[in-house]
T-cell receptor, first 112, second 115 residues
Framework: DQQVKQNSPSLSVQEGRISILNCDYTNSMFDYFLWYKKYPAEGPTFLISISSIKDKNEDGRFTVFLNKSAKHLSLHIVPSQPGDSAVYFCAASVQAGTALIFGKGTTLSVSS | DTGVSQDPRHKITKRGQNVTFRCDPISEHNRLYWYRQTLGQGPEFLTYFQNEAQLEKSRLLSDRFSAERPKGSFSTLEIQRTEQGDSAMYLC?????????????FGPGTRLLVL
């Protein structure tokens, strides 16, 4: 039973346009959500997070939106750059500082 | 660089052998986590420590797996009698206890291949 789902295995976007990566979850107890980026042969790199008491968090080109009623979050990257090409993982935890549950990832390709 | 470090980065072993991986967390991070990632999947939680205490273990952590964090600093993950199904990337992460917005930072991983 997958508690965190990233239903799009891949996404292709042109440089300068917006990338929108989506994530759905089933566990209503999740309280903290994070996005990580991963390059091949490296560990995941933290991008941005949001707690359940907020519905939006911004950090530079990255914005995460949380819709608790729909159990859905999304990561917006504007503008997209070729260096953003990587696998993006959505993760959630019942409480910050406990086990993270990850989705299977979405591979983003940004072409110039 | 003061990030999470893992050693070795790669390990090839024969089925039935024992292997041990080491993780050094970010300085002063009191929580340390182990995850496993296989091809096409996201990382899966194995276990975590707060200081030297092991607080949670996943059902994925069979009795062939053992993890320690003896002095609350570095940690080791040992796999005994390795099986081909143990082939995966083993990731370590650390965090500083910080309330609602605590973030886990990952190391580069140890890639294990069991022949």
């Amino acid at each position: 039973d997958q508690q965190v789902k990233q239903n799009s295995p891949s996404l292709s976007v042109q440089e300068g346009r917006i990338s929108i990566l989506n994530c759905d979850y089933t566990n209503s107890m999740f309280d903290y959500f994070l996005w990580y980026k991963k390059y091949p042969a490296e560990g995941p790199t933290f991008l941005i997070s949001i707690s359940s008491i907020k519905d939006k968090n911004e950090d530079g080109r990255f914005t995460v939106f949380l819709n608790k009623s729909a159990k859905h979050l999304s990561l917006h990257i504007v503008p997209s750059q070729p260096g953003d090409s990587a696998v993006y993982f959505c993760a959630a935890s019942v409480q910050a500082g406990t086990a993270l549950i990850f989705g299977k990832g979405t591979t983003l390709s940004v072409s110039s | 660089d003061t990030g999470v470090s893992q050693d070795p980065r790669h390990k090839i072993t024969k089925r039935g052998q024992n292997v041990t991986f080491r993780c050094d967390p970010i300085s002063e991070h009191n929580r340390l986590y182990w995850y496993r990632q296989t091809l096409g999947q996201g990382p899966e939680f194995l276990t975590y420590f707060q200081n030297e205490a092991q607080l949670e273990k996943s059902r994925l952590l069979s009795d062939r797996f053992s993890a320690e964090r003896p002095k609350g600093s570095f940690s080791t993950l040992e796999i005994q009698r390795t099986e081909q199904g143990d082939s995966a990337m083993y990731l370590c992460a650390s965090s500083l206890q910080a309330g609602r917005t605590e973030t886990q930072y990952f190391g580069p991983g140890t890639r294990l291949l069991v022949l």
